[in-house]
């Protein structure tokens, strides 16, 4: 069901987020007039609905550290639960672009989801924000002048995998994914940088989507004896993967990797089996940057929780809008202009700044992590302002 929730009930409903938000305007959110319409179509029941909401939260406090403003504009939510459900998305976009008349659409978690909300968006010229569904294809195929990404490809953090992998002398490994896109496009990231530095992918097992019955995959990697294993699950598959990986006797003798999703927002219930287990991401915990801590403070106390990474793509898809409304004065019919004033931003994130690729996809480091305790702790940078490739992209 969508229903609208203008600025001043968000703060008469989160007294405590408003008391914890008094801060001064950020130079990004330049002064003006028009109220802006902000359509946010994220999951906000099942599966994915902490992710929806903590997109939402990262979004709401970049508007509140702007003075309660984007781009000098008071702003007018409308949301949408898209209950991750693709055959729902063009639906339930097209509620937001014509019955709502957003200036921005702002979603979503589930590649499927965004994937159709971005053929919607080329065919009304609406411009989208995707705060977190890492298809290929996005900044791929489906490119275009209006469509934007503040996360990253599945490509990036499975390609720098595959570099620190083989820089630690790993010559053969097996791969193991669900069998879906993201999965493939995943094995595929890892697999090109790791075969170009001399490694070789013995097997690519996949197992199909959402089974978590892993025992036959993991007795075919205890007979294969690869010197590692790289991985693509998420969620709670991602939970009994990690589980089952050590319970199998496999933790100490076939050293496990894979892309941060698999030990994100998932420690508390891996428990000590995910201890030391190395993951490549755009963000990472103990971070020396002082965004990172100015963001982590204000959230804490807004919100009474820790912000994860998928906080911090909402707060970034917030300040990527608030450039292009401070670049026209918050004028959005100066559409032109308002697209310009977003690409050529650098966006101080808490995940470091970066940059938009042509393609309008993420220019950023990606962080080699270790499982610490409940925590995901940086180890060093895996790959410096790595770009996603955007095959296909003809923009």
Not at 89 to 105: H, S
Not at 175 to 201: I, R
């Amino acid at each position: 069901m969508s229903h609208e929730v203008n600025r001043r009930q968000f703060l008469l409903s989160s007294a405590a987020v408003a008391a914890g938000l008094a801060l001064p305007s950020a130079p990004l959110f330049a002064q003006g007039a028009r109220k802006v319409r902000v359509g946010l179509m994220l999951p906000y029941t099942g599966t994915y609905a902490a992710l929806g909401n903590a997109i939402t939260n990262g979004f709401k406090l970049a508007v509140e550290q702007g003075g309660g403003k984007l781009g000098g504009s008071e702003v007018e939510y409308f949301t949408v639960d898209d209950e991750s459900d693709a055959a729902k998305a063009p639906e339930n976009a097209n509620k937001l672009i014509k019955r709502d008349n957003v200036d921005v659409l702002v979603g979503t978690v589930h590649s499927g989801v965004a994937l159709a909300m971005a053929r919607v968006a080329r065919e009304t010229k609406t411009l989208l924000i995707v705060p977190n569904a890492g298809a290929d294809e996005i900044t791929g195929p489906l490119c275009a002048p209006n469509i934007f990404r503040t996360s990253f490809s599945a490509w990036q953090p499975a390609y720098a995998m595959g570099g620190v992998m083989a820089e630690r002398k790993h010559k053969k490994v097996v791969t193991l994914s669900w069998k879906y896109s993201f999965g493939e496009q995943s094995v595929a990231g890892f697999k090109e940088a790791f075969e170009k530095a001399g490694g070789e992918v013995v097997k690519e097992l996949y197992l199909p989507f959402p089974n978590v019955e892993f025992q036959p995959y993991l007795t075919e990697i205890a007979a294969l004896k690869p010197d590692a294993v790289f991985v693509f699950f998420a969620g709670g598959g991602a939970v009994k993967f990690v589980r089952d990986y050590a319970a199998a006797g496999l933790k100490n003798t076939i050293p496990l990797y894979g892309s941060g999703f698999l030990t994100d927002g998932t420690l508390e219930a891996q428990g000590d089996a995910a201890e030391g287990v190395l993951t490549t991401l755009h963000y990472a915990d103990g971070l020396d940057i002082p965004k990172d801590k100015e963001f982590r403070a204000a959230y804490a106390s807004a919100f009474k929780m820790q912000p994860d990474v998928y906080a911090v793509q909402g707060y970034d898809a917030a300040q990527l809008f608030a450039a292009g409304l401070a670049g026209v004065k918050g004028d959005v019919s100066k559409r032109d202009e308002l697209i310009k004033a977003m690409e050529s931003v650098t966006i101080d994130s808490p995940r470091g700044k970066f940059t938009l690729s042509k393609a309008h996809n993420p220019v950023q480091d990606i962080y080699l992590r270790k499982v610490e305790g409940k925590e995901n702790k940086v180890v060093s940078v895996a790959a410096k302002a790595l770009a996603d490739p955007a095959r296909g992209c003809r923009m």
